[in-house]
């Protein structure tokens, strides 16, 4: 079992009902407070609203994709002053498909299927842990 510092509120923006089921089921017994959004644009329309510490963000998904939702969320983040550590979550993962995330705003990514492991590991290098 983890331990938080503190409390950390996640925005979980993927349109796989399994993935977010699964996703909100490990965050929830891990102690998160966890939203989700099931595209780009709502991940937008939810950070018009709400702060969060961490954005998972799918980088594959109709209506607006995570890159387009990156870059609006940090374009709004830089008006407000806050920053929140998003990660690109993709099936891909070759050298420019890491390159692109990281160019459009997000601090890291993660391959899927998603690995519980990796995430936290992400979460010590942060001091989230």
Not at 58 to 74: K, N
């Amino acid at each position: 079992m983890i331990q938080l510092k503190k409390p950390i509120k996640i925005l979980l923006v993927e349109d796989n009902k399994i993935n977010q089921k699964l996703m909100m089921f490990n965050f929830t017994k891990m102690g998160f407070e966890i939203a989700i959004s099931e595209d780009g644009q709502q991940a937008v329309d939810e950070c018009h609203v709400n702060f969060y510490d961490i954005i998972l963000m799918d980088v594959m998904m109709p209506i607006m994709d995570g890159y387009q939702a990156t870059e609006a969320i940090r374009q709004l983040q830089s008006k407000t002053g806050q920053r929140s550590y998003i990660i690109g979550l993709t099936s891909n993962v070759y050298d420019h498909d890491k390159e692109r995330c990281l160019s459009v705003g997000m601090d890291s990514y993660m391959s899927k299927p998603f690995d519980i492991d990796i995430f936290c590991d992400i979460l010590r290098q942060q001091s989230y842990l």
